[in-house]
């Protein structure tokens, strides 16, 4: 992909995590923990996708994306995001794993609540930094 595609694809992703933040919010609310933790990993999951299509980079898997993106955002100086940022996807993406796949796993509405803030909380920084880049 040229590097007009990657940031058509970085705004496409990024309006993809807002609607998949909102989707998580919305289970919150309805009390459906276990998707909602799945929507807010995958929120933040598309959030990191889209900083990294900003600088050409893109992984299919999921453990690919976080390698990734400690590698391009968290190793290398960057502004926008810090080690926090990294153990919060980790985090959240263990949260999705219990929820989707352990069939005993209760998921609880302070927990999720916080996965949906975290999801928020990336997502800000995920647009500061594409705002930054000229890609919003």
């Given at each position: 992909m040229n590097a007009d595609n990657m940031r058509d694809?970085?705004?496409?992703?990024?309006?993809?995590?807002k609607e998949?933040?909102?989707e998580a919010a919305e289970l919150l609310q309805n009390e459906h923990y276990r998707s909602a933790n799945n929507r807010a990993f995958y929120a933040g999951e598309k959030a990191v996708k889209a900083a990294l299509a900003a600088i050409g980079k893109d992984s299919e898997s999921h453990n690919?994306?976080?390698k990734t993106f400690n590698m391009e955002f968290i190793h290398q100086p960057c502004e926008?995001?810090?080690r926090d940022d990294l153990r919060i996807l980790q985090s959240m993406e263990r949260i999705r794993n219990a929820s989707d796949y352990?069939?005993?796993y209760?998921?609880?509405k302070a927990e999720c609540e916080d996965q949906?803030?975290?999801a928020r909380s990336l997502l800000c920084r995920v647009r500061a930094?594409?705002?930054?880049?000229?890609i919003l």
């Open positions: 694809l970085a705004k496409l992703r990024y309006e993809r995590a998949l933040v909102d690919g994306i976080i926008f995001f810090g352990d069939d005993f209760v998921a609880n949906v803030d975290e930094y594409l705002e930054s880049q000229g």
